[in-house]
């Protein structure tokens, strides 16, 4: 194992033990071509067949502590304990064709939310515009979103008792009581989506 897996390698091993999934699954696509990005985020499994700079697992640098403030004050809205953990390891995630919502960088540190380079999907917008894609509470804290179909996203929620995974029309599909059992399910998920659309047999 090269010095760039192995410093990938010890980054997944900081994981604590509610984020197992993402470490297994890290740790089993670092054969792949992976690298440490200059904004330090953990970029495992490229797959150039998809785009020249695409990762099979993307995982953001976590956030500054007062970034939680911050997001209270841009939106009136508290992140639940749940996701501040979540977010204090992983500022979000791309994962297959899964996503993690977080909290972007250049709008954080300048005020200003810079689309010209590659940053996690903003929370903020999440639970101020996109939740208005949905039929439901607009009580729940929206924090990410996979591939349901080749129309549709289900969209990712909290509230004060579980994890919701939810369609645009108001459906609940799943629920899960810890966020270790919803990673673990909805990364399999994706897995199982994402082989079935790409052949990776050939990545280096």
């Known amino acids: 194992m090269n010095i760039i897996k192995e410093n990938i390698n010890k980054n997944l091993n900081n994981f604590d033990k509610e984020f197992t999934p993402i470490k297994v699954y890290g740790k089993n696509y670092l054969k792949y071509c992976s ?35 911050k997001f ?59 939740i208005k894609e949905y039929n439901v509470d607009k009580k729940l804290f929206h924090f990410g979103s996979r591939t349901y179909s080749d129309e549709e996203n289900i969209g990712y929620f909290l509230n004060d008792k579980k994890i919701q995974t939810i369609l645009k029309n108001g459906e609940t599909k799943n629920e899960y009581v810890n966020i270790k059992e919803f990673l673990e399910e909805e990364i399999k998920i994706s897995e199982e989506n994402y082989l079935k659309e790409n052949d990776i047999k050939e990545l280096c």
């Not at 200059?38 to 020249?52: L, R």
Request: proline share 4%; hydrophobic share 40%; aromatic share 10%.
């Open 72 to 130: 209270k004050i841009n939106t009136k809205i508290n992140i639940p304990e749940i996701y501040q953990n979540i977010l204090l390891k992983t500022n979000g995630f791309f994962i297959f064709d899964m996503v993690l919502y977080g909290l972007t960088p250049s709008l954080y540190n300048n005020k200003l939310l810079d689309r010209t380079i590659q940053q996690c999907m903003s929370l903020d917008h999440a639970n101020t515009q996109w």
């Open 35 to 69: 690298i440490i990005d200059t904004d330090n985020s953990i970029k495992i499994g490229h797959n150039p067949i998809i785009a020249p700079h695409n990762y099979m697992i993307v995982l953001y640098e976590g956030i500054q502590k007062n970034w939680i403030g």
